[in-house]
Each structure stands twice: as structure tokens, then as C-alpha cells.
């Protein structure tokens, strides 16, 4: 396994997935009293390449490390992001990836991981009952971490009207939020 | 002959049963006979919905305290890794002599996490005296931590933009005294835990993990190191004053010289971390810069600037069970956090569970359990429930960590 | 507080309802030789049917409401109920979120609460000999 600086990082994935790849970003900082560089590479594909994308990040390195899913309510649309990191084991040579795939809110589907890397089944479920997010062809659908008698439809990381905002505890002389 | 198969549900409490760690983790095990078929994991009684109070309720510096109290044992983890993240989204640059500071606090709570869970293991195993030893000696280490920063366990030092106190000149002395008094002692603890036969019977390849699996599944923190993964934050993307160290992850051969993923190989992993961690202690308090602690002191201004960024940051930390990762993204002109996501590494090392009972007998499953070091708080509670055959029958968690002292009374004999 | 010894041990049993373990570790420290609570007499046990006082942690979770409730049935009277940290209290830090059933006294009767996020074991020890002595009244007759 070679290990590729971050600019041919992102000119592998420009070959490999064509119209899909739509913008990517570089972050560097110097780190302490010896300045060295922490590097962090985000890039935004569209969902139709999605997994074609994941499967060039496994060319990278052969088991890359899924940390999470994270996701933002962005009005009209929710943004997901798979956070990779790579090259781990090497001193000084890792790089964060974070995999940026955008969904309109009125076709809220994503295709599964957990044959690639089967270590996603809990956070695939997490962002299926946080934020309402169908993950299609997951293995195990069940909730996750919010109770059973929790109303269905009710998000909690959304900004729209399907938040919590009705099941909130209110201590007595507040105001509710 | 087919062999009947018992549909059995436990109960099994992680921790000592006698004492407080008594998190309600429901494993539903199937079982044939003696041996493990299957098993399943139902999380979710300790979600408190911290990311939805961060993103509604919360200023950024009010979060940091949330932060705090993800998980009582681990509580300098969590706030480093936001404050990491924090401040690559908004691009404030930390001077560097609060870098060495956080890495003195954070290398001081990995001993104490260390020390504590050695104690929760001789336990579930049978040994009280060592589970009272261990816990005595760590003692020493929540004094220390009084000493420099006010309190046992929530310490409250983190800001964005630097650390709240300093550690002065007057400190270094009794802290030097107490790193010694850890250096004298770790020869006794490893030969506690590492010489002692019962616990090499009870400990070697039982509860196995091999490299391919851990992997595949996700396995990061002395969990996977145990296996091989050879994996560290500190060591691969360091930062504050890890950069300026070299510092190398621990795996199991340097004591043994193989990697076999049993729970002694985890043993042996958390004991030579704690001998690590003083070693980095006492190299940072030599190294120290000297400087501000924090770069914005006045919390109006401080506010006013996270009020008006925009950007997202991800912070990561190398905590005592793992790797800690925070996502945060800023908008302008809101108050609070747009986007708040954290992982807590026993997220991904509960994943490793099924794999790591299966096919083991029914009492080793306390050591087993509690060898990836849960902490269950950490992860809003995982329950894992696995059913599959007919007949259903209950044994409380008492009943289980008795089975297990009693494979140590008959080893013994 | 006048009292000359006290009759018999006192026997302790911990739930957690749904906290961050920063309570719980400073419980199980009370044990350790440290601070040495049992040459007082109190023990930790591992049932509620055996148990004089509960500890009870945390801010209560929806899903731990029936579990609590049951526990407080099983432990036999007379028993006294001791509500350690602040989010025992009033949720302490968590105090509106989604998915808390309110505070420990909405759901069972509490007579001793410690705040502090976590208190110390000192405090731990203070609360419980109170408990102690309430339960010793209680046992004789006094009001």
C-alpha cells in the first residue's frame, strides 16, 4: 500500500468517479512547537456514485476506519457525512476523509455499507431513527438507542416540525424553547 | 443424539456486583448447553439526548461542560475532542504551552482509567484483595489530579482557545513525587496481573479477537491493539503536544512476543500504557513552553467570535478506551451548534462482541464482557439481545459472576 | 444526633437509572480502603430484597421508570431512599431533554438528597449515616 499525498488523493477520485465528484477541499494546520501539518480532505459526491466511492476508498488502504455518520438538517435537504481515516498504523501519515452526500428531503434514501465494512450496522441504524434517513438494504432495522414507546415520525435531530419540540420536560417557571 | 437447545435470557451486570458499576446491559445469549451459540445487543438506556441539547439549548462554551458529562470515568476525553473541533471550525490556533497542559491532564486520567478497570477485572474473575489493591493505588493518582485541577473527576479545564488553570512551579514537585511513587510500584502490579497462574488460566485464549475481525469490524483503542491493530491516535494524526513526542502504540509483543487477541493480551496492553503515560507525563513537564494558556481570556469576546464563524472542524482523541472523534459545525450569526455528532469508542468496540463470546462458555462471559472495557454511558447503552431457541429461562447477574468465581475456585484446585 | 451505637449493619443496594457513572465510581471508592466505609457496618449487596437503603443514581430515562418502580417494591420496609447527584435532583445538566421521565421523587418517595456533580465520597458517608439514623427512628417509633 502506498501511501498518496493528499492532492493525488483527490485526483484519483476525479478519474475514478467522473461527473459524480463534485467539489473537494483540503484543511491543514501546524500542530505544537515542531509545526508539524494535521490534514484533513473533504469530498462531495454525488448519491449515484456513492458507493463506487466508498469502494476507491477501500483501494486506498484495504480496511479503511469508518468513525461515524454525522448529518445536518439543511432546510430542504440533509447532508450527510461518513467520516474514513486512512493510512492509521503509520506515524505522522494519517489522513481524515469525509465523504459529503447531500439528499432532498422528499427522497430520503441511501444504499447500505455493511457488506464492505460490516463494522456501519450501528451507525446506519442511529441516523435511521435520529433523522428519519432510510437506509436501504440494512440487515438489521431496528431502533438503536431511543426507547420503544418513542412516537414514530418524531426526529430529534431535525429543525423542522418533526423535532421533539412536543416531548420536551419543562422544569416548572420556564419557558419552553 | 440431537442436542437440546436452551433459549436462555441474562441479565448481566457490567462491573462488580457489589459495588456501583452496575449498568443494565441485557445480553440475550443462546445457548447449547455449556457453549455460546449466538448473541445479540440492545442498547439504549442512558440516552440523554446530549447532541440535541448542544444543537438547541447551548451556547459552544456551555457544550464543553455538557461534554463533560458523557461519561464520569472518561470526562477529559470528551471536552478535548470538542474543543478540538471547535476550534478547527472557527480557526482559533491554541498556544502551544495549553497543549503540553492538556497532555499532562489526559495522560493523568488514562492512569486512573486504567487502574480503575484492573480493579473491575480481578473482580469479575474472583479476587477481591486485588480489586481493593488496585483501587487503593489509584488513590494516589485522584489526589494528584485534585492537586492540579480542583477536582476528582469533573475538572472543568478546558476553554476554547487554551486551558482555564495553569500548572505553576510550586505544583512540580509534589507531582514529580507522585510519578515516582507509580514508577516504584508498577514492577509489584505487573507482577500481580501478569505472574500469577489463576489468571493466566482464566485469562489466556479465552475471549479471542483475531486481526482479520477486528478490522473488519471497526475495533479501535486497546480493544484492537490487543488484536494487532496497531492503531493510535497519537502515534498516526497527533495533535496538541503529542506532535512533538514520538510515541509508539502498544501491542502485546513486547511483553510476549506474539499477538494471540485474548483477554491476557488486553491485560497486558492497559498495564504498559500506564507505565507509557508516565513516562509522557514527566517528558511534557520537562519540555513545557512558556506562554499564555489562552488566547481570547474575556468570554464575551470569546462568544462573540463563535457567534459569528462559520466553518466545521473534526476533533479526535486517543481516550483510555479508544478513539473519541467530535464532529461540529458552526453557522453564522446562531447561537448554538448547527451540527454536534460524537462517537465514543465503545460504540464500535460493542460490535466486536458477538464475536468475541462466541463458542465460550457461559462463565467466562463476565471477563469476557468486561475485558473490552465498556463503558456504557459513553455509548447512551447498549443492550444486545440475541434469541433464538424455545425453552426461556432467567439467571440474574448474580448467579452469573458466581459461575465465574467458581471456575476460578476449581482451576485452583 | 445522640445515639450510642447503632443496632445492627446496614445493608446498601445501587441502582442506576440512567447516569453518567461519575456517581458511581465515587460510591464504589466509599468502599475501597480509602474512605472504608464498611468498618461503619454498611455493606453493598446484590439484591433489593436484602437491602436497608437504596442509592439511587441518575436523571431516570423512559425506559428505567419500570425498573425503578420495581425495585423500590421489592426492597422490604422499613426502607429509606437516598437520591445522590444533581441529576437526581432536577435532571442536573440535562434538565430538558426528550427523553427524561422527570426527576427520582415524581416516581418513588426520597429522604436524603445529596447534591453535587459528583459528590464527594465525604458526602456519601454523611448522607448515608442520616439515612441511618432516620431509619433508626423510624424502627423505634419516634416521629
Not at chain 1, 463506487?52 to 432546510?75: M, N, W
Not at chain 2, 437447545?5 to 449498568?23: C, M, R, S
Not at chain 2, 472523534?325 to 453564522?332: A, W
Request: glycine share 8%; proline share 6%.
Amino acid at each position: 500500500m502506498e501511501i498518496l499525498s493528499p492532492e493525488e488523493i483527490i485526483d484519483g477520485f476525479k478519474k475514478a468517479l467522473g461527473d459524480s465528484f463534485i467539489d473537494s477541499k483540503i484543511y491543514e494546520q501546524e500542530v505544537a512547537v515542531k509545526k508539524n501539518v494535521f490534514r484533513t480532505i473533504w469530498v462531495y459526491v454525488k448519491r449515484e456514485a456513492f458507493r463506487k466511492a466508498v469502494e476507491h476508498i477501500c483501494k486506498l488502504q484495504e480496511y479503511p476506519h469508518l468513525a461515524i455518520i454525522s448529518s445536518s438538517d439543511l432546510g430542504d435537504s440533509v447532508e450527510l457525512i461518513y467520516h474514513f481515516t486512512i493510512y492509521y498504523g503509520h506515524h505522522l501519515e494519517e489522513i481524515s476523509l469525509g465523504l459529503r452526500v447531500n439528499l432532498p428531503k422528499n427522497d430520503l434514501k441511501i444504499p447500505t455499507l455493511t457488506d464492505i465494512i460490516p463494522g456501519a450496522l450501528f451507525t446506519e441504524r442511529e441516523t435511521q431513527e435520529m433523522m428519519g434517513v432510510e437506509v436501504v438494504g440494512i440487515p438489521d432495522s431496528r431502533r438503536l438507542f431511543l426507547p420503544d414507546g418513542f412516537p414514530e415520525g418524531v426526529y430529534p435531530w431535525r429543525t423542522d416540525e418533526t423535532g421533539p419540540q412536543d416531548i420536551l420536560r419543562v422544569l416548572p417557571g420556564r419557558k419552553q424553547k | 443424539m440431537t442436542m437440546e437447545k436452551v433459549e436462555t435470557t441474562y441479565t448481566i451486570p457490567v462491573g462488580p456486583i457489589h459495588p456501583a458499576l452496575k449498568e443494565p446491559v441485557r445480553l440475550d445469549l443462546s445457548v447449547n448447553g455449556e457453549e455460546i451459540v449466538d448473541v445479540d445487543i440492545v442498547v439504549g438506556q442512558v440516552h440523554r439526548g446530549i447532541e440535541w441539547l448542544g444543537m438547541n439549548r447551548n451556547n459552544p462554551i456551555q457544550s464543553i461542560y455538557l461534554a463533560e458529562r458523557v461519561c464520569g470515568i472518561c470526562c477529559v476525553s470528551h471536552p478535548f475532542a470538542f474543543v478540538e473541533a471547535v476550534e478547527h471550525a472557527a480557526g482559533i490556533i491554541p498556544p502551544e504551552r495549553a497543549g503540553y497542559i492538556r497532555v499532562i491532564i489526559a495522560e493523568m486520567e488514562r492512569i486512573h482509567s486504567h487502574l480503575l478497570w484492573a480493579g473491575v477485572a480481578a473482580h469479575e474473575i474472583g479476587f477481591d484483595t486485588v480489586f481493593y489493591l488496585a483501587w487503593r493505588v489509584r488513590e494516589e493518582i485522584m489526589d494528584l489530579m485534585e492537586y492540579v485541577a480542583g477536582n476528582r473527576n469533573t475538572k472543568a479545564m478546558f476553554q476554547i482557545g487554551g486551558v482555564r488553570r495553569d500548572i505553576t512551579e510550586e505544583q512540580l514537585p509534589k507531582i514529580r513525587k507522585s510519578l515516582d511513587y507509580y514508577k516504584s510500584i508498577f514492577n509489584q502490579l505487573k507482577t500481580v496481573f501478569l505472574d500469577d497462574t489463576t489468571i493466566k488460566m482464566r485469562t489466556k485464549n479465552v475471549g479471542i479477537l483475531k486481526t482479520e475481525d477486528a478490522l473488519k469490524l471497526l475495533t479501535c483503542g486497546p480493544t484492537g491493539r490487543a488484536s494487532g491493530v496497531a492503531k493510535d491516535v497519537r502515534q498516526d494524526q497527533p495533535y496538541a503536544a503529542y506532535a512533538d513526542l514520538d510515541i509508539k502504540a502498544i501491542t502485546p509483543d513486547v511483553i510476549t512476543g506474539t499477538v494471540v487477541g485474548d483477554v491476557y493480551d488486553r491485560i497486558i496492553v492497559r498495564l504498559v500504557e500506564v507505565k507509557q503515560s508516565i513516562e509522557i507525563i514527566e517528558q511534557c513537564l520537562d519540555e513545557m513552553p512558556s506562554g499564555d494558556i489562552l488566547t481570547e481570556p474575556k468570554i464575551a469576546k470569546l462568544l462573540n467570535t463563535l457567534t459569528k464563524a462559520e466553518g466545521e472542524g473534526v476533533g479526535r482523541h486517543e481516550a483510555p478506551r479508544g478513539e473519541v472523534i467530535h464532529y461540529v459545525r458552526l453557522e453564522p450569526g446562531r447561537e448554538t451548534l448547527s451540527t454536534w455528532k460524537i462517537r465514543a469508542p465503545t460504540y464500535v468496540n460493542l460490535m466486536a462482541i458477538p464475536t468475541i463470546l462466541k463458542g465460550g462458555q457461559i462463565a467466562d462471559v463476565p471477563i469476557a464482557f468486561a475485558s473490552i472495557d465498556p463503558c456504557i454511558s459513553c455509548t447512551n447503552r447498549a443492550v444486545i439481545v440475541d434469541k433464538r431457541t424455545n425453552k426461556k429461562s432467567i439467571l440474574s447477574g448474580k448467579e452469573l459472576h458466581e459461575l465465574s468465581i467458581e471456575k476460578t475456585r476449581k482451576l485452583k484446585c | 444526633m445522640s445515639f450510642k451505637a447503632f443496632k445492627r449493619a446496614l445493608w446498601v443496594y445501587h441502582l442506576n437509572t440512567g447516569s453518567c457513572n461519575g456517581c458511581d465510581i465515587e460510591i464504589l471508592a466509599v468502599l475501597t480502603p480509602r474512605y472504608d466505609a464498611e468498618r461503619f457496618g454498611i455493606m453493598l449487596v446484590g439484591s433489593p430484597r436484602h437491602a436497608d437503603v437504596l442509592l439511587v443514581t441518575g436523571p431516570v430515562g423512559r425506559q428505567m421508570v419500570p425498573r425503578l418502580k420495581r425495585i423500590y417494591e421489592q426492597a422490604p420496609d422499613p426502607k429509606m431512599v437516598i437520591a445522590i447527584g444533581s441529576c437526581g435532583l432536577e435532571g442536573g445538566v440535562f434538565h430538558e431533554s426528550y427523553n427524561l421521565a422527570g426527576p427520582i421523587d415524581q416516581h418513588i418517595p426520597v429522604d436524603v438528597y445529596v447534591p453535587g456533580c459528583p459528590p464527594r465520597p465525604e458526602a456519601i458517608i454523611e448522607a448515608v449515616v442520616k439515612a441511618w439514623v432516620k431509619l433508626e427512628k423510624v424502627e423505634q417509633g419516634v416521629s
